[in-house]
């Protein structure tokens, strides 16, 4: 079995910082892209940041120049540090893996169980 456990989320002021972590564990294999995404209430869920196996980030257009994510390819955990945080950035954030677990032939997606960010005064 594989989990994803996002920490790190909270209530901060406008214009403040917010550093999420993510870490996998379980029978892994190997791990390749690593991602956030964030849902907001009434919206769908939508892209925040990516860091492909390999390959250069990428970021929502909305978080470019606030957000940045990273790696620790030896930990298996992937960081979001957020800031400038604005009003519009509280959203549940979700932590995304494409991981491959021992014995099994092909990689599969999975989530972690979300962690709020509420930006407010």
């Known amino acids: 079995q594989v989990q994803l456990v996002e920490s790190g989320g909270g209530l901060v002021q406008p214009g403040g910082s917010l550093r999420l972590s993510c870490v996998a564990s379980g029978n892994i294999a190997s791990v390749y892209g690593m991602g956030w995404y964030r849902q907001a209430p009434g919206k769908q869920r939508e892209l925040v940041a990516a860091s492909p196996s390999g390959g250069s980030t990428n970021y929502a257009d909305s978080v470019k120049g606030r957000f940045t994510i990273s790696r620790d390819n030896a930990k298996n955990t992937v960081y979001l540090q957020m800031n400038s945080l604005k009003p519009e950035d509280t959203a549940v954030y979700y932590c995304?893996?494409?991981?491959?677990?021992?014995?099994?032939?092909?990689?599969?997606?999975?989530w972690g169980q979300g962690t709020q960010v509420t930006v407010s005064p």
């Open positions: 995304n893996a494409r991981i491959k677990r021992s014995f099994m032939m092909v990689a599969s997606d999975y």
